[in-house]
């Protein structure tokens, strides 16, 4: 029996999102660019792109099939994220300004 409610409703914030005009980038743990709001994707000449059907995802581990969009290739090559990046980059040395002060 149905529930009304179809199981790939828009969760609210993206429905807003889209809504308001915005779009929202998810940079997901160790795979694509999830792209929320997105009505219009462009290739470096101004070609407009067809947007599939679902969840609109960029690829970024560079090994998918259907570029610029993820195939779950990363799955299959273990693509690994650079967000260990953020987790040690040393900020102890910074200066109001950003600037490092050595």
């Given amino acids: 029996m149905a529930s009304g409610k179809d199981k790939h409703t828009q ?17 997901r743990a160790d795979g694509p660019l ?10 470096e000449d101004g070609n407009e792109l067809p947007i599939p059907a679902g969840l609109v995802a960029l ?4 090994q998918s099939g259907t570029m610029p969009f993820c195939d779950g290739s ?24 950003g600037e490092r002060s050595d």
């Fill in 59 to 62: 690829c970024r581990c560079g």
């Fill in 34 to 43: 999830k792209l929320s709001g997105v009505s219009r994707i462009v290739d």
């Fill in 74 to 97: 990363h799955r299959r090559f273990g693509f690994r994220a650079a967000a260990y990046y953020f987790e040690t980059k040393d900020t102890s040395d910074t200066s109001e300004t």
């Fill in 11 to 27: 969760p609210s914030a993206q429905r807003l999102a889209q809504a308001e005009g915005r779009v929202t980038v998810e940079a």
